[in-house]
């Protein structure tokens, strides 16, 4: 069995009938769709054409917290959007820093950015290659 496949049942028997866990199978599904690419990036568009009409915030969000910190099937990350520089995706250090410290510090000049919080968005990265890994069940 893949890693994928084991996580979508490890989800199914935990949480059953909730909503939540065809949003997180579309997104699995969606990941491994994509196995020659080293990583994929999926935003909260993307969920949203993933989840399609019956899209629901409070669904997504239990999906993502499933998917994220019980599994390590998706990574959190963040990015910047610099108004002279467009995006900066932060590296984990500088992204730990803004977690708990609750300010940004440009990654390019060093200095705390005023209004950082508003202009830093989260991003969710995937791993096709690790998501296809035969597991042992």
């Known amino acids: 069995m893949r890693r994928f496949e084991a996580i979508e049942h490890a989800i199914a028997d935990k949480w059953g009938s909730d909503p939540a866990v065809d949003v997180c199978r579309s997104i699995l599904e969606y990941a491994v769709s ?19 009409a019956d899209y629901d915030q409070e669904e997504l969000q239990r999906a993502l917290a499933i998917l994220v910190s019980r599994y390590h099937a998706l990574e959190m990350r963040l990015v910047f959007m610099d108004d002279d520089e467009g995006p900066i995706y932060l590296e984990p250090d500088e992204q730990q820093d803004f977690i708990d410290t609750g300010r940004l510090t440009h990654p390019h000049h060093g200095v705390v950015v005023d209004g950082g919080e508003d202009r830093t968005f989260p991003y969710y990265v995937a791993k096709p290659q690790a998501l296809l890994e035969e597991v042992a069940v």
């Open 34 to 52: 994509k196995p020659a690419e080293e990583s994929v990036m999926l935003t909260f568009g993307d969920f949203k054409k993933l989840a399609g």
